[in-house]
């Protein structure tokens, strides 16, 4: 497996990096690399997750993340994951965190990379949340 150095080497300061075109396919070539690298992660160190495909590959949307650059959470076994992180904090399909296999069906289709805009209301996001506290609260009680 390449380093997910190899993904992230260039730096801001890095002339080269700079010179290179910022445009929609090195976008999508990038991602392709990243969600390459990250399912071959997972089959090698999570082979019956991969199998299941209980596993999730995800990204945090802004403003709702705390660490400012491009990350991609690879997640496995998520059945294994504390309800707080697997129906809250990375759950998809949501206005905090998107999934990647979304993010690349938008660029691909020519759209943002999220279904999601500044202008949405907060009112969508409390709905977000208070669907995923519903979720967190069922599941911790089928636990006991």
């Not at 999508?28 to 090698?44: C, G, H, N, T």
């Amino acid at each position: 497996i390449r380093s997910v150095l190899e993904l992230s080497s260039a730096s801001d300061d890095d002339e080269e990096a700079q010179q290179q075109p910022k445009n929609h396919n090195t976008s999508i070539k990038l991602l392709e690399e990243m969600s390459d690298l990250a399912r071959a992660l997972v089959r090698d160190k999570h082979p019956e997750a991969y199998e299941k495909g209980d596993y999730r590959l995800c990204f945090h949307i802004p403003p709702f993340y705390s660490v400012d650059h491009l990350h991609l959470h690879v997640l496995a076994p998520v059945s294994a994951m504390a309800p707080i992180y697997q129906y809250g904090k990375y759950r998809t399909g949501v206005r905090w965190c998107i999934g990647m296999d979304t993010v690349m069906d938008c660029l691909h289709r020519g759209l943002p990379p999220t279904p999601y805009s500044r202008n949405d209301s907060w009112g969508a996001v409390v709905c977000d949340l208070v669907e995923s506290i519903k979720l967190i609260l069922a599941s911790s009680s089928s636990e006991k």
